[in-house]
């Protein structure tokens, strides 16, 4: 078997046809398996993956970290193929993503980029916009690759032990993937032709949610690979500072009865919002939509909602350090 292709799935019956279709439909010449690993879904996404000539795994809810594991170990290809159940592989997919390992052993993993699903959507859209532009500006090589549009070596994921399932959220498990590769002296290339689909969200409360998330594992994962906390190839300086500029901002509130400390406060929001126009205005000219401007304020409230998530994951972090 040259390739796997693992889909971990949890209530996915809006979209998980399309994935499967998309990735029984490769354009790809070698032998290949599709693999669903269902993380104890509660709606009909097993009844509609047992329609197609897959592979189907059911396992409790134990995260995608645990599905992909599960998936990836009960594989039979020479390279495992990641994406997500929201996410619609291009009919090329596979081929782009392995062309990349020809002639050099010591490539371990590849991964590639996003095109959005629901452009109709105004936040969807500002959010493919953000990851196209980090995306125009990653090296070939790179330090970490996202889950949703990955491949790698099966022989790497059993020498490196996989995802770590310690990760119970979709946030920082591909990270800390991407992180042990590397430390097992492999290398991770990134191929931006090697394209699929995704439906970003379209609600701000459940973004914001995620960025939430997203800032929680931050913590452990910084705990435990500490020379990456001051950022990879897919984060950038504004993003590492927007963190201690929120989290001040959040410390003075409290005592916005003190002379001067509103001033202060709203300096810092003004600073903050500031930094968040450049993004904001590419993005709008770059689609034409006056309205993505509002995008900045977006991102304004993400950078709280990450601070948020990573001081609580941060106090969970010590806590369970001094054993409390």
């Not at 990349?100 to 936040?123: F, H, M, R, T």
């Not at 709203?266 to 993505?292: E, H």
């Amino acid at each position: 078997m040259d390739v796997s292709i693992v889909i971990p799935a949890f209530n996915a019956e809006k979209t998980i046809e399309r994935t499967i279709e998309a990735c029984l439909g490769q354009d790809f010449n070698g032998s290949r398996e599709v693999i669903v690993v269902d993380d104890g879904s509660t709606d009909n996404t097993g009844k509609i993956a047992r329609r197609y000539p897959v592979r189907y795994i059911y396992q409790k809810n134990s995260g995608p970290a645990s599905a992909r594991n599960r998936g990836w170990k009960a594989s039979k290809g020479r390279f495992v193929c990641f994406t997500d159940s929201d996410c619609i592989p291009q009919g090329d997919w596979v081929e782009k993503l392995l062309r990349n390992y020809q002639g050099d052993e010591k490539v371990g993993a590849v991964g590639g980029s996003y095109l959005i699903a629901n452009p109709s959507s105004l936040l969807a859209t500002c959010i493919q916009e953000e990851i196209t532009l980090r995306h125009l500006a990653m090296p070939r090589e790179v330090r970490f690759l996202g889950s949703y549009n990955l491949s790698v070596r099966n022989s790497v994921l059993e020498e490196t032990g996989g995802f770590d399932e310690g990760y119970r959220k979709a946030s920082g498990e591909d990270n800390a993937l991407s992180y042990k590769i590397l430390k097992h002296g492999y290398k991770i290339l990134f191929d931006r032709e090697a394209l699929v689909a995704h439906y970003h969200r379209e609600s701000l409360g459940k973004y914001l949610s995620d960025q939430y998330t997203h800032g929680f594992w931050r913590a452990r994962l910084y705990k435990e690979h500490p020379d990456m906390a001051k950022g990879d190839d897919y984060t950038r300086w504004k993003d590492v500072l927007e963190v201690p500029m929120s989290l001040l901002t959040m410390s003075i509130i409290p005592f916005l009865w003190v002379p001067g400390a509103g001033k202060i406060v709203v300096s810092l929001l003004l600073l903050n919002y500031l930094l968040q126009l450049g993004l904001a205005f590419r993005i709008s000219c770059r689609t034409g939509r006056p309205a993505c401007l509002l995008f900045s304020v977006v991102t304004l409230l993400r950078g709280f909602a990450r601070t948020l998530g990573f001081t609580k994951g941060l106090w969970d972090v010590i806590i369970r350090w001094v054993g409390v």
